[in-house]
């Protein structure tokens, strides 16, 4: 008989949570641990130490604190969706899912959908553009359902 295990992920820029079961059939199973990311975190405590600091070339003396060329929130966010995508790809590799439903904001959708390899990406079935992490899993089945 053919695999048609559905795995359901509910995925932020810092947190994901990945299900397994038919949010229309019935309820949903954790199958592994909440990965956490640092998303959520202040951006000067993701960074490593304070800014360095430089000379302004106009006026002799004057420093400035440089900033950093980017927003090390968005760098973390970019990280765990690289982070998620691998956990799906091991996952696929094993067979431990057929099918899979991803339920993210817009945006963690699109940097899921640059980062996951082509045969996890076949595997999509649906993608729902919403912010569920907040949802218990007791909740999720209906929020998913329309």
Do not use: C, Y
């Not at 690289?82 to 094993?94: C, D, P, W, Y």
């Amino acid at each position: 008989m053919p695999n048609r295990t559905m795995w359901v992920v509910v995925a932020d820029g810092a947190r994901a949570r990945i299900f397994e079961g038919d949010p229309k059939v019935g309820g949903l199973t954790l199958v592994m641990p909440e990965l956490l990311g640092r998303g959520r975190e202040k951006g000067a405590d993701l960074l490593a130490d304070r800014p360095g600091r430089s000379v302004d070339s106009s006026h002799v003396g004057d420093r400035h604190a440089m900033e950093p060329p980017t927003d090390p929130k968005e760098v973390e966010k970019q990280r765990f969706a690289r982070e998620l995508a691998q956990t799906l790809e091991t996952a696929n590799n094993e067979g431990r899912f057929a099918r899979l439903m991803l339920v993210a904001p817009p945006k963690m959708l699109g940097e899921l959908r640059e980062v996951l390899p082509e045969k996890v990406k076949e595997k999509i079935v649906k993608e729902v553009d919403k912010d569920l992490t907040w949802v218990s899993v007791h909740e999720l089945p209906g929020h998913l359902r329309d």
